[in-house]
T-cell receptor
């Protein structure tokens, strides 16, 4: 199947700093990617839909100025957590949509710990 | 709104035991239903899916039937292996590709 890669797989940062997480579709072009957040023992929560060449669409309750999403190319979407705080610590997962089949392919996830 | 509820884990079974992981959903319209599996250190992978009522999805010995009357999509396997140890997610998608996931159920199979 198609491959989606996230980087970094884990990151630790100090409170107040910004962290960027990359999501790449390695063997297909994805005009649409999705970002999710997962708390321990909870569901994956959709944060936003990332569209290549246009602004991301955020879900209700997700701060767009806090979680900046950029989808500058057909194979790369980035999520930047700005001015991170301990409550932003979580597991962030991206997925990319293979348009011709409608199937989603997921990255491995990135664990963020804010001290 | 749409939601997915799946049984809490962890589920611990001996090799060759029968597996059932329950999943129920609430949704307007006619969603597609999915089971994803996440092995340690890897991303979620599609295990099987069903797009309409009474469809049965199957893959690698796993199967699940889309039951509209009970709003369920339970995952079953007749004989689990140690290599099936993973976290299993039930999910639904309606209209656009906004998926709603269950909380995940961790399965541990002992040799």
């Amino acid at each position: 199947g198609a491959v989606v890669s996230q980087h970094p797989s884990w990151v630790i940062c100090k409170s107040g700093t910004s962290v960027k997480i990359e999501c790449r579709s390695l063997d297909f072009q994805a005009t649409t990617m999705f970002w999710y957040r997962q708390f321990p023992k909870q569901s994956l929560m959709l944060m936003a839909t990332s569209n290549e060449g246009s602004k991301a669409t955020y879900e209700q309750g997700v701060e767009k100025d806090k979680f900046l999403i950029n989808h500058a190319s057909l194979t790369l979407s980035t999520l930047t957590v700005t001015s991170a705080h301990p409550e932003d610590s979580s597991f962030y997962i991206c997925s990319a949509l293979l348009s011709n089949t409608g199937e989603l392919f997921f990255g491995e996830g990135s664990r963020l710990t804010v001290l | 709104g749409n939601s997915v509820t799946q049984m809490e884990g962890p589920v611990t079974l001996s090799e060759e035991a029968f597996l059932t992981i329950n999943c129920t959903y609430t949704a307007t319209g006619y969603p597609s239903l999915f089971w994803y599996v996440q092995y340690p250190g890897e991303g979620l992978q599609l295990l099987l899916k069903a797009t309409k009522a009474d469809d049965k999805g199957s893959n690698k010995g796993f199967e699940a039937t889309y039951r509209k009357e009970t709003t369920s999509f339970h995952l079953e396997k007749g004989s689990v292996q140690v290599s099936d140890s993973a976290v299993y997610f039930c999910a639904l998608a309606s209209g656009t590709y906004k998926y709603i996931f269950g909380t995940g159920t961790r399965l541990k199979v002992l040799a």
